[in-house]
């Protein structure tokens, strides 16, 4: 089973800063295949990018992924208050169980 | 457009059973696996089961396996997840997902969960 890893747990910033959010796999994901999601309370996840870097549709492009074999990251280039939310990562490679990180929250 | 309606969920005591249910609309059912993904209060979200779109092949996280069956019933659009020997660690919101593409398990649609709270 791939753990994954997310860091910070969690991240505070204002509006317009830039947030970098990490996510680490205990081996290496097959293909790059990594998406990212967003949660905000009482709501479902949000896909926001899969294939490690391609944005959902509708995902604004402030919303940016990049990264492969362990280590991938979500940046968000200039926050804007509709973006302070739960962040997780998750894998989905060949073979089952697919997991999620811990989460990364960002406040405000 | 696509949409995952859960229900079933309620308070039920350790040891006992509970099925839930997600209807499915807005896309080809017979075609999709569908994934059941949970989330214990406040905590992250948890890979549980999957079905292959013909029914063909399921597979569970260890921590349901013995214990939880995904079923579908394809002329109802249904998917279903039957619990039992249900354990206070089984509490959470449990989501159906839809995959973005059959074969590739991220998910572009869920559900808005129903609450399972396993207590005495």
């Known amino acids: 089973e791939i753990v994954l890893t997310q860091s910070p747990g969690t991240l505070s910033l204002s509006p317009g800063e830039r947030a970098s959010l990490s996510c680490r796999a205990s081996?290496?994901?097959?293909?790059?295949?990594l998406a990212w999601y967003q949660q905000k309370p009482g709501q479902a996840p949000r896909l926001l990018i899969y294939?490690?870097?391609i944005r959902a549709t509708g995902i604004p492009d402030r919303f940016s992924g990049s990264g492969s074999g362990t280590d991938f990251t979500l940046t968000i280039s200039r926050l804007e208050p509709e973006d302070f939310a739960v962040y997780y990562c998750?894998?989905?490679?060949?073979?089952?169980?697919?997991?999620f990180g811990p989460g990364t929250r960002v406040d405000i | 457009q696509v949409q995952l309606v859960e229900s079933g969920g309620g308070v039920v005591q350790p040891g006992r059973s509970l099925r839930l249910s997600c209807v499915a609309s807005g896309f080809t059912f017979s075609r999709f696996p569908l994934h059941w993904v949970r989330q214990a209060p406040g905590k992250g979200l948890e890979w549980v089961a999957v079905?292959?779109?013909?029914?063909?092949?399921?597979y569970y996280a260890d921590s349901v396996k013995g214990r939880f069956t995904i079923s579908r019933d394809t002329s109802k659009n249904t998917l279903y997840l039957e619990m039992n020997s249900l354990r206070t660690e089984d509490t959470a919101v449990y989501y159906c997902?839809?995959?973005?593409?059959?074969?590739?398990?991220?998910?572009?649609?869920w559900g808005q969960g129903t609450l399972v709270t396993v207590s005495s």
């Open positions: 081996q290496a994901v097959t293909s790059t295949y």
């Open positions: 294939g490690a870097s």
């Open positions: 079905m292959s779109f013909d029914g063909s092949d399921k």
């Open positions: 998750q894998q989905y490679g060949t073979s089952p169980p697919w997991t």
């Open positions: 997902a839809k995959p973005f593409v059959p074969s590739v398990p991220f998910y572009d649609y």
